[in-house]
């Protein structure tokens, strides 16, 4: 396992249309971390887990955006009915407990709403 | 979302030449994480810090924990042409301890002319 995977990597989709993104995080990471970033800006909290538990959520995460990590390992985050502002870089991070508190990326998955 | 505020926002230098930047927010910081991002790519992690006045190297590059805990700061010495890219600061506040919601910077985007 060489760090955090996320697919796709990008997608393009019709507004209105519901998206599924998936995160893999680096083994044995039990926190995960969902990030939106637009362009020119930095990363913005959406939300995060603890093994399973989805500890917070970011007023950013409106009723459309649903995130689980039902076993605590792979996490995903759907879209649904979604709208051209939700174009952005969406990115996964994870981290272990108890090692200090880095968070490690993925290569983010790019979503276009057209 | 709340940012922090990171200076200069871009700036171009000569292969060689020494870097710096920084990270401020009127509030306190517990941990200042420092990020580079390659476009279309996630962020990846630079160095961590984790108590006021801590002074860190990897490689060429060195970071400090401000002692006002309110800042942070990154150099690069001797930059080279694959030094280019957005580097972000992020931290944990004081007032959200307990959690692990990161607060990103708004970036500095470097270039190295050859």
């Known amino acids: 396992d060489t760090g955090v995977s996320q697919n796709p990597r990008h997608k393009i989709t019709k507004r209105g249309q519901n998206v599924t993104f998936r995160c893999d995080p680096i083994s044995e990471h039990n926190r995960l971390y969902w990030y939106r970033q637009t362009l020119g800006q930095g990363p913005e909290f959406l939300t995060y887990?603890?093994?399973?538990?989805?500890?917070?959520k970011s007023r950013l995460l409106s009723d459309r955006f649903s995130a689980e990590r039902p076993k605590g390992s792979f996490s995903t985050l759907e879209i649904q009915r979604t709208e051209q502002g939700d174009s952005a870089m969406y990115l996964c991070a994870s981290s272990l407990r108890g090692s200090g508190t880095e968070a490690f990326f993925g290569q983010g998955t790019r979503l276009t709403v057209v | 979302g709340q940012q922090l505020n990171q200076n200069p926002q871009s700036m171009f230098i000569q292969e060689g030449e020494d870097v710096s930047m920084n990270c401020t927010s009127s509030?306190?910081?517990?941990?200042w994480l420092w990020y580079k991002q390659d476009p279309g790519e996630g962020p990846v992690l630079l160095i961590a810090l984790y108590k006021a006045g801590e002074l860190t190297s990897n490689g060429r590059l060195t970071a400090q924990f401000g002692i006002t805990r309110k800042d942070s700061f990154l150099n690069i010495s001797a930059s080279i042409p694959s030094d280019v890219g957005i580097y972000f600061c992020?931290?944990?506040?004081?007032?959200?301890?307990?959690?692990?919601?990161?607060?990103f910077g708004t970036g500095t985007r470097l270039k190295v002319l050859a």
């Open positions: 887990f603890q093994n399973e538990a989805q500890l917070e």
């Open positions: 509030s306190i910081f517990n941990t």
């Open positions: 992020a931290g944990l506040p004081l007032s959200t301890s307990g959690t692990y919601k990161y607060i």
